[in-house]
């Protein structure tokens, strides 16, 4: 049976049409959500940069040997090293592991389902698309629904039986401190766990099997892990090990709890590592500068589809004669791009006036005053023109 399928679809140009006007109200959608977006994002980053500032300038350096009830309440960083008595544990597999969390990452070898679309326009305003289907067996960490593929026979996928899953410690301590759950939660820098020969063993005292096998520091659930069998599976784990960390948060009791600013935003923040306050602080205003730009480029983005799908009956109209139809695409193209650019500084610009008035009044005066200053310049500059001769 061949792995590849093709399904060609015809669309007529009156079909084209009415399909061209819901996208006009999907534009409409979209062009309103972008614009919400991006006043949101602004106010966000005003927030948060405020609350950031606050808190740089609230939070008190505190050990993490001994708890000070006179703080309680306030933001505190404290730095450390974290212990605990329990031990980490797959259940399903008997793996154990020392540290924050243990990882358990599963995959299985399966059927994978692609597509690639070609589409042309064809004389009369109507289109074709060819779709050609094509199949193939490799490792995925999540099941593929074969029942759902283009053509399924000779493709199915047995059950996932193995999932991803994560065995988290309940608590720890560091020093004096305890630390929770939503602590805990928030400290990253995983690292690969190795499966050695012992955990195979583990495995097979487990389960009673005798074909667990150690393959590229994995476990191999199948016959030959150099010729794997759809529904083969390999387990592998990563581990958030103990150590180090660094905590800004509020004093609660002998733990820790999100410290609420005046600006708005809830402070709780996570470094592994000794790091002092000020780089917290430091790396947090630096993320907040990230998201801010990267939403004002997903916004403007967005603006430019949404304005696309506005225009769209425009192109199906002079498909009659498909260059045409091109040729009133890059026209709509090129006006959509500019409308999101006019549009979407617009709204920045309102957002800056709303959430930060006095700045934005600020640099509209120097604006204006650097303008003035440069004609200034430019006409002393000039040439005077010169004087008429006496007759």
């Known amino acids: 049976m061949s792995d590849t399928f093709t399904v060609t679809t015809r669309r007529g140009w009156f079909s084209r049409i009415a399909g061209s006007f819901v996208g006009v109200l999907i534009g409409i959608l979209l062009v309103l959500a972008m614009i919400v977006l991006l006043?949101?994002?602004?106010?966000?980053?005003?927030?948060?940069?405020?609350?950031?500032?606050?808190?740089?300038?609230?939070?008190?350096?505190?050990?993490?040997?001994?708890?000070?009830?006179?703080?309680?309440?306030?933001?505190?960083?404290?730095?450390?090293?974290?212990?605990?008595?329990?031990?980490?544990?797959?259940?399903?597999?008997?793996?154990?592991?020392?540290?924050?969390?243990?990882?358990?990452?599963?995959?299985?070898?399966?059927?994978?389902e692609e597509s690639r679309s070609e589409t042309k326009k064809t004389l009369g305003g109507g289109e074709e698309t060819v779709t050609t289907y094509s199949y193939s067996r490799g490792w995925a960490d999540s099941p593929q629904d074969s029942s759902a593929f283009k053509q399924p026979q000779g493709h199915q996928n047995p059950e996932m039986r193995w999932r991803d899953r994560t065995f988290a410690l309940s608590q720890a301590q560091m020093g004096a401190w305890r630390l929770d759950v939503h602590t805990l939660s928030r400290i990253g820098g995983e690292e690969a766990r190795p499966v050695t020969a012992a955990d195979a063993q583990k495995v097979r005292e487990?389960?009673?099997?005798?074909?667990?096998?150690?393959?590229?520091?994995?476990?191999?659930?199948?016959?030959?892990?150099?010729?794997?069998?759809?529904?083969?599976?390999?387990?592998?784990?990563?581990?958030?090990?103990?150590?180090?960390?660094?905590?800004?948060?509020?004093?609660?009791?002998?733990?820790?709890?999100?410290?609420?600013?005046?600006?708005?935003?809830?402070?709780?923040?996570?470094?592994?590592?000794?790091?002092?306050?000020?780089?917290?602080?430091?790396?947090?205003?630096?993320?907040?500068?990230?998201?801010?730009?990267?939403?004002?480029?997903?916004?403007?983005?967005?603006?430019?589809?949404?304005?696309?799908?506005?225009?769209?009956?425009?192109?199906?109209?002079?498909?009659?004669?498909?260059f045409l139809g091109s040729l009133a695409r890059m026209g709509t193209g090129l006006v959509a791009f500019v409308l999101a650019v006019a549009v979407g500084t617009v709204v920045i610009a309102f957002a800056w006036f709303w959430y930060r008035p006095l700045l934005a009044l600020g640099i509209v005066v120097a604006g204006a005053l650097i303008s003035w200053l440069l004609v200034r310049y430019g006409k002393s500059r000039a040439p005077h023109s010169a004087a008429p001769s006496p007759a």
């Open 206 to 322: 487990t389960y009673g099997w005798g074909d667990v096998r150690i393959a590229q520091s994995r476990i191999y659930l199948g016959k030959d892990p150099n010729a794997p069998q759809v529904g083969d599976q390999r387990i592998s784990y990563e581990l958030v090990p103990l150590g180090a960390i660094s905590v800004i948060a509020k004093q609660q009791g002998d733990g820790f709890a999100s410290y609420q600013t005046q600006a708005g935003d809830a402070l709780f923040m996570v470094d592994r590592g000794t790091v002092a306050a000020t780089q917290m602080f430091d790396e947090a205003v630096a993320e907040n500068t990230f998201v801010t730009w990267l939403l004002r480029a997903v916004g403007l983005l967005l603006l430019a589809v949404g304005f696309g799908l506005m225009m769209g009956p425009i192109g199906v109209i002079f498909d009659v004669i498909p």
């Open 39 to 112: 006043f949101w994002n602004e106010g966000r980053a005003v927030q948060t940069a405020r609350s950031l500032a606050e808190g740089a300038g609230a939070v008190i350096d505190v050990s993490a040997d001994a708890i000070d009830p006179a703080n309680d309440g306030r933001l505190v960083h404290v730095s450390g090293t974290m212990t605990s008595a329990e031990t980490l544990t797959d259940p399903d597999f008997g793996i154990t592991a020392t540290g924050v969390s243990l990882i358990r990452r599963a995959e299985m070898f399966q059927w994978k």
